[in-house]
């Protein structure tokens, strides 16, 4: 109703606050969305910390208002006079981004859509918490695993230093966090890492990554299995994530396994070739390795079963009915291919899936080092 009146949308508060800055800090949507469309200013910044409505989405965990905002900075004049990314990793007085804010408040789903969207993870603050800090530094010292399994998983660096020389892992020690301890201890195993550089991950439809993002996190659950074993941290073996030899595979489900692993169902295919894997042996494919920072042009994947340069991922076509009658004996094949696989140890084509790559990457320690004992080591 004011808005109809003609209510200036961006009028200021004694703080230099605007009505959308309230909306996003107390999580009203629907107040974010009509502001939006009244034409209120996502630029504006308050007189508190220096912060935009973006921060405070992001501070108070308000994933909607997030979204909204930066669907709003990606289709607006934003995008063009001040650039999306830059947007993105706005700072606030004190040089924190608003993925800096959402990691040290414990805002997983917060971080993960700037993420998503562009955030530096690497990022250091200015005056924000300890000088220096990644957005890693301030998970560990807010103690939230699930926003450190999501700054891992897109490439957070476990040894880069704050300005007064501490790593992640010491920060975590610091505040009793054994478990966000011994994750980001540095001589536990590397977790897989999106591969966000990659010109065909980036044009990914959303099936198809909801997909391959799902068997990221969940590979990497098997590592935080492994670094936690035998200590008091373990965490309990989630059903969905449980990747064992099924006895019981259907003859019709049997004809869609992975040619690579022989164990889960094919779900993602190569394009041009049309060649398909399971959404582990993709991710095998192209998070093997870090990313490198300085590689301007990274290495393209190519397909593991024609050689040539992975275009495009899809989810790939469920095959007609009278299609799976022709495959009954490869089937056959398979499953004797597969058992013999299991029985003889690894295979090559094995140790290509992501759950092979923690078999191999999975042998770190896990162990918290004594305290004392790693600060003698690590600080000056």
């Known amino acids: 109703m004011l ?21 996003a800090m107390h999580g009203k949507i629907s107040c974010v969305k009509k502001l939006i469309e009244a034409g209120a200013n996502i630029l504006i910044f308050d007189s508190l910390n220096g912060r935009t409505c973006l921060h405070y989405a992001a501070y108070y965990g308000h994933s909607d208002c997030l979204k909204a905002i930066l669907s709003t900075a990606r289709t607006s004049q934003v995008a063009v006079s001040w650039g999306y990314a830059r947007f993105v990793n706005i700072r606030d007085g004190k040089g924190a ?30 005056g924000y918490g300890f000088p220096g800090s990644t957005a890693l530094h301030l998970a560990a010292r807010g103690g939230s695993l699930d926003c450190i399994r999501e700054l891992l998983a897109w490439g957070a660096d476990r040894i880069q230093r704050d300005a007064s020389g501490r790593i992640p892992y010491v920060v ?5 966090y054994g478990a966000c301890a011994a994750l980001l201890n540095p001589s536990s195993a590397e977790p897989l890492v999106w ?7 980036r044009e990914l439809n959303q099936e198809a990554k909801a997909l391959l993002e799902r068997a990221l996190m969940e590979a990497n659950r098997e590592r935080e299995k492994a670094v936690l074993k035998g200590t008091v941290y373990s965490l309990p073996s989630p059903s969905h ?47 093997h390795n870090k990313p490198n920072p ?41 499953r004797s291919r597969r058992s013999r696989n299991f029985s003889e140890g690894s295979s090559s084509f094995k140790s290509l899936s992501a759950v092979g790559s923690f078999g191999k990457m999975g042998h770190g320690s896990g162990r918290i080092a004594a305290e004392n004992e790693f600060l003698d080591k690590l600080e000056p």
């Open 195 to 201: 591969p966000s550089p990659l010109k065909f991950i």
């Open 294 to 334: 300085t590689t301007t042009c990274p290495s393209m994947p190519v397909c593991p079963f024609c050689r040539r340069n992975i275009v495009q991922l899809v989810v790939a076509k469920v095959k007609p009915e009278n299609e799976i009658d022709h495959d009954v004996n490869s089937s056959k094949l398979r």
């Open 241 to 287: 994530s449980d990747f064992g030899l099924d006895d019981n595979v259907s003859e019709a489900s049997d004809t869609d396994l992975c040619c690579i692993c022989f164990d889960q169902e094919c779900t993602i295919e190569v394009q041009e070739c049309g060649h398909q894997m399971c959404a582990q042996c993709t991710l095998a494919l192209c998070c």
């Open 3 to 23: 808005l109809d009146r003609s209510v200036n949308p961006d009028l200021l508060n004694r703080h230099k606050q605007t009505p959308l800055m309230l909306a």
């Open 97 to 126: 981004t608003p993925l800096h804010l959402a990691a040290r408040q414990r805002r997983p789903e917060c971080v993960h859509l700037l993420l998503d969207n562009g955030a530096l993870v690497c990022a250091s603050t200015s």
């Open 172 to 176: 975590a020690l610091r505040h009793h």
